[in-house]
Structure formats: C-alpha cells, structure tokens
C-alpha cells in the first residue's frame, strides 16, 4: 500500500514516525512512502532513513520532482529499498543502471489511447531492451510535456520548497 505523511495533525518527524510505525504494526501489508511537497512536510533524510527501518516499509516514491534527490536517497537508504521517480521517462535509466523502480506514473490515465506504448515501453525496459524501451517512451513525449506544463508548472507555483 502507498502511504503518505498525515497531511495536517502530524508534523514533528517523531509524530509522522510514530503513525507509521503505528500503521506497520498493524499490518503485515508492504509500505511504500510518498515524499512530496503537496503534503507539507516533506521526508527529511534521517526521517526516511528511520521508516526505512520499519519491517513492512519496502520503498518510496520520490515525488519531490529532483532527480539528483531521487539519486541521494538510493546511496542513504539500503539497497533493497525502492526509492522511485514519479517520471515513467527515467523508469528505462533506472532499471538500466541496476535500480529498483516501481512505475507509478499519474500520467498513466492522460496517454488514453497511447497506453499501450507506456505497456511495451515497460515491458521492453524489463527486458533489457534499451534502445527499444527509449524509442517507444519517446512517442509519449509530446503528452508529457503537456502535462508537466499544465499540471507541475501550476503545482510548483504554489507548492512549499522541500526542507531535508
């Protein structure tokens, strides 16, 4: 299951630990966080190193929008934890450079009759299929340029800047 931070009691690192920590022992489910500055808190890195820690706490969702952040998680947390970019077009770079990554891309819904392209562009990255991955990934770009102007231009408009 996909958790994210208690959006509005919750905002000391111990408080945002503890319901975690509290949803972990509840149940045996896989955790996967969501890091983003639309909550209001963003994961600092020693809170992301402690939830890292929790049992059932498998990975996270870099929904910072940095890719060099993105890149820093991976070398703080341990290797096993899946630390995935929101972008479905880095998903080919990372399971080519050995990474772990979850496609959980938003966009998925807006590519409506292009969707099998985001299909074969997985299928063809999980199968080390490079080339072919980037090729197919690319006919999506005109959709998601659309979308990164429309939707993140007006998200990190008014969104709060991430504190580590």
């Known amino acids: ?88 077009t880095v998903f080919c770079d990372d399971l080519r450079k050995g990474g772990q990554a979850l496609f959980a891309e938003l966009s998925y819904i807006l590519y409506g009759k292009k969707r099998h392209i985001v299909k074969d562009y997985m299928a063809l990255s999980a199968a080390g299929k490079w080339e072919e991955a980037y090729q197919a990934s690319e006919q999506l770009n005109d959709i998601r340029e659309f979308y990164n102007e429309v939707l993140f231009g007006l998200w990190f408009k008014h969104s709060p800047m991430p504190v580590h």
């Open 1 to 88: 299951m996909k958790v994210i931070n208690p959006v509005v009691q919750l905002k000391s690192n111990d408080e945002i630990y503890n319901g975690f920590k509290f949803i972990t022992d509840s149940s045996d489910l896989a955790v996967v966080l969501y890091r983003t500055t639309v909550l209001g808190k963003v994961l600092g890195w020693d809170l992301m190193q402690r939830l890292a820690g929790l049992e059932t706490v498998v990975g996270i969702k870099q929904g910072v929008m940095n890719r060099v952040e993105t890149l820093e998680i991976r070398n703080i947390i341990r290797p096993d934890f899946i630390v995935s970019d929101p972008f479905g």
